[in-house]
């Protein structure tokens, strides 16, 4: 959530991050408020997952050099000796 008003934010987040938990539908992490130094806004970040959703995802980053990942359902070539 990301507002320019700081207090207007909050309290958006005040109602529906309860309503979220209390739903049974997600899980809801906890909240972390980053002030947006440009405007003076602020920004609100939670992980929100499915309920008894346990699929975790993760990005490394990519190094210089190394093999690209293959896309699902297509092979590499062979190489030929």
């Keep these: 959530m990301l507002r320019e ?3 207007r934010i ?3 987040a005040e109602r529906l991050l309860p309503l ?4 049974g539908l997600f899980g809801v992490g906890d909240e972390t408020e980053l002030p947006n130094l440009r405007d003076g806004g602020l920004r609100i970040v939670v992980e929100v997952t499915a309920a008894g ?6 990005a490394e980053p990519q190094v ?7 896309p699902h359902g297509r092979r590499r070539p062979r190489l030929t000796p």
């Design 5 to 7: 008003g700081g207090k």
């Design 10 to 12: 909050r309290d958006v």
């Design 20 to 23: 979220m938990r209390a739903s």
């Design 53 to 58: 959703s346990t699929t975790r995802v993760t």
């Design 64 to 70: 210089p050099g190394a093999a690209r990942p293959v």
